[in-house]
Structures are given as structure tokens and as C-alpha cells.
């Protein structure tokens, strides 16, 4: 028996026995290609998710489906690289993911967004008909939304691009592929009324992807980064990962629970 926790890495009859010691538990990453400033990778979501899901998988002992390293970006459009999928096409393919496994024997889905609030929208849809039609049991774990009580204390700003969330994160995780000395501060512009920051506290509008033309100067000013990795720390990026693969973990324990 593989000790992998990687679905495409074990053979049938591996799934098969993987599957019931999960109880029929499976985490699936999703994540995108996009532009991430001028020192992050343009994986860096689709890693984000990778990475969650490897580390809370070995400690929960269940399997982990492919990633999917596409996502939903238009506003990245603007910068080399980028490659988005429109949102109608990703919650298919999220529900053909999920209905083949379910007919696999799997009926507990944990759906890892890395990809922050943009890809979000489409994962409820293909989650929603998931449990109405396949009669599973489904969360969807967003690392923005499940860091809400730590990133404050770690002296960070709020959720924006290439920040000094994402760089800490991928500083601890793939030090390799990250530029810190090519990174460039852009602080957040206050607009009223509106944040994309799921730890907000004030009013706000909901968030809609910004077109081409609103990313054009705030994308050239800082090559794509929107906030400021310059306070991004690798101390700080452990303590990040390891609050949010312990709730993770929590997260399976309470769906194979129920």
C-alpha cells in the first residue's frame, strides 16, 4: 500500500482501500494560473490549496483529487500568463469532479478554494447541485475566510493580491519560487463602501470583478501586487499554514462526524 495521499499517484485498488479508511472523505484543491506580482509564481493559489490539502490529508489520513489549476480571472487578464476559465465551465467541471468520485464510492467532499472570493461564486453552485443531486455531504474551506482570527495579530493588512498573506504562505511553503527582492508595496486605496476583505467589519458593497480597464493603472503601478508583500515573513507564513491545516483537520473530523 502507497503512503501517498495524492489520488493520481495510487493505483485503483489503492483508492479503493484509501477510500473506506476515510470514510469515503476526499479533499479536492481548487485554485488558478494567474499573474502574482512581480515575485510570486503564477501558481501560487493552486499551490496555496495544494499544500493545505497535502498536510491536513496525512494527518486525517484521506486522499486528495488532483488540482485544478485553472480558475476564474479576468481581471488578471492584463498581465502575461494568465489563463481564465469562465465560471459556467468551472462549476461543471467541479460537479463532473465531484460526481465521479461520488460514484466511486466517496459521499464526503471537502472543496479547498485558493483562489480567494473569485472563485467562490461558482464553487456554491457546483456544490449546492452536488448535495441536492448526489445526495453528499460538501463544505467549501477558504483559507480568507478560515484565518479571520489570526492574520490581525500578525500585523497584516487586509486580503488583497500578492500581499503579504500570499508571500508569507509561499515563503514558508515554496521558498524557491518566491522573488522577494523583485516585490513591489501597493498599498490599499480606500474606497467607500467597499472592501473584498471577508474580515471587514464595515458596510460593503459585494464584490465583482474589476474589468481590464479599472486594473490597468493599479496592475502597471506595482506589477499586479495589491497590498504590501514587503511584510511578509517566513515565521509569519508558518504560523498561517499550520492555524489553517489544524482547522482543516477540524473541518474533516466534523463531516465524517456527521
Not at 482501500?17 to 472523505?25: M, V
Not at 485554485?31 to 506580482?37: A, L, R, V
Not at 496555496?48 to 487578464?77: C, Q, R, Y
Amino acid at each position: 500500500m502507497t503512503d501517498t495521499i495524492w489520488l493520481q499517484e495510487m493505483t485503483w485498488e489503492e483508492i479503493k482501500i484509501k477510500k473506506d479508511e476515510s470514510f469515503k472523505t476526499i479533499i479536492l484543491p481548487f485554485g488558478s494560473t494567474e499573474q502574482h506580482g512581480p515575485h510570486l509564481p503564477l501558481g501560487t493559489d493552486t499551490m496555496v490549496a495544494m499544500t493545505l490539502a497535502e498536510d491536513a490529508a496525512i494527518k486525517a489520513n484521506v486522499p486528495v483529487a488532483p488540482p485544478l489549476w485553472f480558475g476564474w480571472s479576468p481581471h488578471h487578464m492584463i498581465l502575461p500568463g494568465t489563463i481564465t476559465i469562465r465560471p459556467e465551465i468551472l462549476a461543471e467541471m467541479a460537479f463532473d469532479i465531484i460526481s465521479s468520485l461520488h460514484q466511486h464510492g466517496f459521499d464526503k467532499f471537502v472543496l479547498i478554494n485558493g483562489h480567494r472570493i473569485v472563485n467562490i461564486a461558482w464553487m456554491q453552485i457546483a456544490g449546492e447541485r452536488a448535495k441536492r443531486e448526489l445526495g453528499i455531504k460538501l463544505v467549501i474551506f477558504d483559507p480568507a475566510y478560515m484565518s479571520k482570527s489570526i492574520t490581525a495579530k500578525l500585523g497584516w493588512g487586509d486580503v488583497g493580491h500578492a500581499e503579504e498573506i500570499e508571500g508569507s504562505h509561499m515563503m514558508y511553503r515554496y521558498p524557491d519560487l518566491v522573488k522577494m527582492d523583485w516585490a513591489i508595496d501597493n498599498p490599499h486605496p480606500k474606497k467607500p463602501l467597499y472592501s473584498v476583505d471577508p474580515s471587514y467589519k464595515e458596510d460593503t458593497l459585494c464584490y465583482v470583478p474589476s474589468s481590464l480597464e479599472e486594473m490597468k493603472t493599479a496592475t502597471l503601478k506595482a506589477g499586479g501586487t495589491m497590498g504590501e508583500p514587503s511584510k511578509a515573513t517566513i515565521d509569519g507564513g508558518k504560523i498561517y499554514h499550520d492555524h489553517l491545516v489544524s482547522r482543516l483537520v477540524e473541518v474533516i473530523r466534523m463531516l465524517q462526524q456527521k
